[in-house]
């Protein structure tokens, strides 16, 4: 039975955004700021494609160099400064441990590479990189004996899924619309606005904007097809859909810092410690032709992370250790590179230059670390379409919703929820502190006690916070909550048999 189609919304919005990922959110989020009205439909929930599923980093991409991307990496690097000030509860600076290894890169090229990495940007925050003696430092004591010499440098970890979140509550907290959950099932241009159909599974409905980005990821050519509609056969196919996929198992004795191991191909492969006491391995690069949504990591990449591993940690690994394994499709700009490895990561931002028809951009690639920069740069192509009610840019020194913590020390104010909540668990208030920032406040309330926040589910999960992230955070399924607002569900993959697993989902989803 078809669901009855509400009537048209009557007022024009000045933007609206296709695409709940990291970009879709930052551009939202960006224009909110400068005062336009502003809408983002996603198909699914927040982040829950390529933005959840990325190696959790915020950096410039060292190996980026060697495809002498230094526009590229430079504006990673001021990024990376940017982005650890405007939230430091989800992001904070790693050290990186970069065994030698004889006759992939001779010493003299990674040092070089090092010393750009440093110089091409100036740091605040984030420590240079030095050379390091692995058979003396506790950081080579996880390595196998034929890596003695190596180098470190610094960059910084992510809640890739959170930091979505964020932006999108950012968005909101300026009077931007978010629908989750709600298809774009027309583009329709109508004299100088769009007309834009949207189904969100229980009532069709349409809204009209004099602007459109299509933010849609993997997804953005079928969205560009839309709004093409008899002259989608005219335009190129700018898309390269490369698979990337990690593995996590539990955390490689010793190994607290992060790694970079270089394979005998030149790709290399990031080991990182995750959450308390797992490891993450990746990622691959590979050429993807399939359904987005059904991507998922292939036993030969697997076995690809695994035996590289294997060559660097004494910890030996087999596919039984892996306790959970997730893949995402990188949409990258088609720059007809031959080598997945080598497509640029770079993003492309085109205008439709039809005459007549309203504008509509299209992003192309781009990565976690620049997100925000991809967002000013969709502006300013877009300000001139959009006069004098298009702001200035503003989002380079404003903090993210949380993330305006006393003195910017993520320690100093843990220390200070210990002293205020004795009777809390210091790993709970921790986790709450990671998710939520200062935010916290809001999620703890008038609570005193944990009794006070309700059933505890699992992992310092309770009925208030479950709560929080339905009124404040869009979560409306299980699989929300505890792979993208949290990463419980990997500690419940971990701990709790498959009936408990069950049975945990069955009570999230009677909250929500």
């Not at 991307?69 to 400064?81: H, I, P, W």
């Not at 030698?100 to 590479?113: K, L």
């Not at 091409?120 to 058979?135: K, P, V």
């Not at 700018?238 to 004795?253: C, D, E, F, N, Q």
Request: hydrophobic share 40%.
């Amino acid at each position: 039975m078809s669901t009855p189609s509400a009537p048209p919304e009557t007022s024009v919005l000045d933007l609206f955004v296709v695409g709940g990922g990291i970009n879709g959110c930052g551009i939202a989020a960006d224009a909110a700021g400068r005062g336009l009205t502003v809408a983002l439909a996603e198909m699914g929930d927040l982040a829950s494609a390529t933005s959840s599923a990325s190696s959790k980093l915020v950096h410039g991409g060292l190996r980026y160099l060697e495809n002498y991307e230094f526009r590229l990496v430079r504006e990673a690097l001021s990024e990376r400064e940017v982005l650890l000030a405007k939230a430091p509860h989800l992001i904070w600076p790693l050290r990186f441990v970069l065994p030698h290894v004889p006759g992939v890169r001779p010493r003299w090229m990674v040092r070089a590479g090092l010393f750009l990495y440093d110089h091409l940007y100036r740091r605040r925050a984030i420590q240079g990189s030095r050379s390091i003696d692995l058979g003396h430092d506790p950081a080579g004591r996880p390595l196998q004996a034929q890596f003695p010499n190596g180098f470190t440098y610094w960059d910084c970890w992510v809640d890739d899924a959170r930091l979505v979140v964020l932006n999108a509550r950012a968005a909101r907290d300026r009077s931007a619309r978010i629908m989750t959950r709600t298809r774009v099932t027309a583009l329709t241009p109508d004299g100088d606005v769009w007309r834009i159909g949207l189904d969100d599974g229980t009532r069709r409905f349409e809204v009209a904007a004099r602007t459109l980005v299509n933010a849609a990821g993997p997804w953005a050519d079928k969205i560009d097809g839309l709004a093409l509609g008899n002259r989608q056969a005219a335009k190129p196919v700018h898309l390269r859909l490369v698979k990337g996929s990690h593995i996590v198992v539990p955390r490689i004795a010793g190994a607290n810092d992060a790694y970079l191991m270089q394979s005998a191909d030149k790709r290399v492969v990031f080991v990182l410690p995750f959450e308390e006491k797992f490891t993450i391995i990746g990622t691959t690069d590979v050429a993807y032709t399939g359904d987005p949504s059904a991507v998922t990591a292939s036993a030969e990449e697997e076995q690809y992370l695994l035996d590289l591993a294997q060559r660097f940690f004494r910890t030996s690994l087999t596919r039984a250790d892996i306790v959970w394994r997730y893949a995402g499709v990188r949409p990258l700009y088609d720059d007809a590179t031959d080598n997945p490895s080598a497509v640029t990561r770079d993003y492309r931002l085109e205008l439709d230059p039809t005459p007549g028809a309203p504008p509509r951009l299209s992003v192309y690639g781009g990565k976690v670390t620049t997100y925000r920069r991809l967002a000013e740069e969709a502006l300013a192509h877009l300000a001139p379409h959009l006069g004098p009610r298009c702001g200035p840019a503003w989002t380079a020194h404003a903090k993210l919703p949380g993330g305006d913590l006393p003195a910017a020390s993520f320690d100093a104010f843990v220390a200070d929820l210990e002293g205020r909540y004795p009777t809390f668990e210091a790993l709970h208030l921790k986790r709450l502190a990671r998710r939520h920032g200062c935010l916290i406040a809001d999620v703890l309330g008038d609570a005193r006690t944990p009794s006070d926040m309700g059933a505890h589910l699992f992992g310092g999960l309770t009925e208030r916070e479950v709560a929080h992230m339905k009124a404040q955070e869009w979560a409306r399924a299980p699989d929300d909550i505890l792979w993208r607002r949290s990463k419980l569900g990997l500690h419940a993959l971990a701990d709790l048999p498959a009936t408990d697993r069950q049975a945990l989902a069955d009570r999230i989803a009677a909250l929500l």
